[in-house]
């Protein structure tokens, strides 16, 4: 089992920035992939960025490409997601995922572990 906790949300002004981060606690030996994805109200969830659990690849959602950044400490087993220029549009509840095949996905079903989520809130 792996346990994924995030933290980091909050209420954040127009071309702000925050920093998420998602602790990974358990058999975290057997993560091969860390994703965000984020889900407003009344939307399905949606990807947002991926990266390999030795932090040598990552990938992005077209949307946030350029504004996001996913990296991991792997001291910590954390992966964060730093989030800058943020948009209203951005504003959603952000999950934490993690995949044990190796893949890096856009794919929810993909990913066999979730947190709990962290909202995060831009006010324009």
């Known amino acids: 089992q792996v346990q994924l906790v995030e933290s980091g949300g909050g209420l954040v002004q127009a071309g702000g920035s925050l920093r998420l981060s998602c602790a990974a606690s358990g058999l975290t030996s057997s993560i091969t992939t860390m994703g965000w994805f984020r889900q407003a109200p009344g939307k399905e969830r949606g990807y947002v960025a991926a990266?390999?659990?030795?932090?040598?690849?990552?990938h992005y959602a077209d949307s946030v490409k350029g504004r996001f950044t996913i990296s991991r400490d792997s001291a910590k087993n954390t992966v964060y997601l730093q989030m800058k220029n943020l948009k209203p549009e951005d504003a959603a509840v952000y999950y934490c995922?993690?995949?044990?095949?190796?893949?890096?996905?856009?794919?929810?079903?993909?990913?066999?572990?979730w947190g709990q989520g962290t909202q995060v809130t831009v006010s324009s």
């Open positions: 990266i390999d659990w030795g932090g040598a690849s990552t």
């Open positions: 995922a993690a995949g044990l095949r190796p893949l890096i996905t856009f794919l929810t079903y993909e990913y066999d572990y």
